[in-house]
């Protein structure tokens, strides 16, 4: 049986722009391509998951707006169960804008969950029932903190996507077994990635990785710590990448992968993914998923 996952958070469309540099101030460039995407961190994950072959669920606010379709016709393509936290909204989704220079490298403007009214969410039992993990990356947290205690009680593994500290990530910790974070990911009183990893370990989080983009992983795990090497390729588009590491994750460490093992595969699935632009269009040249080169 496929190992089933839930991920919980943040649903936006993305906008991605191909540029040859990006723009000075006050100044207007003309793109050299464009793309619309469905993005967010647990989107990105849930889609990652769906496509190495996972059941996948994406708890999200998508609500009812003529450009909640785009959500929508995403999931059902992907073959992912959407459960909407904002069913009745009339909110457009968040728009992220992506900018993407000839050198790969990415500049993004994003509201995320940001202004957005969210009714109170409970967690469906029933479908936590068999999930093997359960992924939150901090949007909706009201959400990602209901379903994380849920599922912990569920005995169900959580995995926290830290791009960065959001009031009411401590809370949320409780319930965390294994935390992802960027090196963005500040708890407060810590200024060292050292301090970062004793907050976390304090919290109860039996599993911590440091990403640092094409930089070695850090990791820390009861079964040993150290650094995981990021294959090197060429370099095209990084959008999305930490979000494809951490479905990917997901997807290898629910299929009985260890922690480190899953960090190493998940680190080839992502630098796989920098060699195209966007975020969908690896998943399109690897229709299959056995097709992504081995380390």
């Not at 967690?123 to 959400?143: F, N, P, T």
């Not at 409780?174 to 970062?196: K, M």
């Not at 599993?207 to 150290?226: K, L, M, N, Q």
């Not at 960090?263 to 998923?289: D, F, K, N, P």
Request: proline share 5%.
């Amino acid at each position: 049986m496929k190992a089933k996952g839930i991920f919980v958070g943040l649903s936006t469309i993305d906008i991605i722009y191909t540029v040859a540099e990006h723009p000075a101030p006050n100044k207007k460039i003309a793109a050299e391509s464009q793309q619309i995407i469905v993005g967010g961190p647990a989107t990105n994950a849930a889609i990652t998951f769906a496509f190495l072959g996972g059941r996948t669920t994406l708890v999200a606010p998508v609500g009812r707006h003529s450009l909640a379709n785009v959500v929508r016709e995403e999931c059902s393509h992907s073959g992912i169960e959407l459960i909407d936290l904002a069913p009745d909204s009339q909110d457009p989704p968040p728009m992220s804008s992506v900018w993407v220079d000839s050198e790969g490298q990415r500049s993004v403007i994003s509201a995320n969950a940001a202004g957005r009214i969210i009714p109170a969410a409970v967690a469906d039992h029933e479908r936590l029932a068999g999930a093997s993990i359960l992924m939150v990356d901090g949007h909706a947290m009201q959400a990602c903190k209901t379903w994380a205690e849920a599922a912990r009680s569920a005995g169900t593994l959580v995995v926290l996507d830290g791009g960065s500290w959001k009031p009411g990530t401590d809370a949320m910790l409780r319930n965390v077994d294994v935390a992802i974070c960027s090196a963005d990911f500040l708890p407060p009183g810590c200024a060292t990635e050292d301090e970062v990893i004793d907050c976390l370990l304090a919290s109860g989080v039996h599993s911590i990785a440091i990403t640092h983009g094409a930089s070695p992983i850090r990791f820390v795990s009861d079964s040993g710590s150290g650094f995981i090497d990021v294959p090197r390729v060429e370099c095209v588009d990084t959008t999305g990448a930490g979000d494809i590491f951490h479905g990917a994750f997901c997807f290898h460490r629910a299929n009985g992968c260890t922690v480190q093992d899953a960090l190493q595969r998940a680190a080839i699935v992502a630098s796989e993914s920098c060699r195209y632009r966007g975020t969908r269009q690896w998943m399109q040249e690897h229709s299959e998923a056995s097709s992504i080169p081995p380390d």
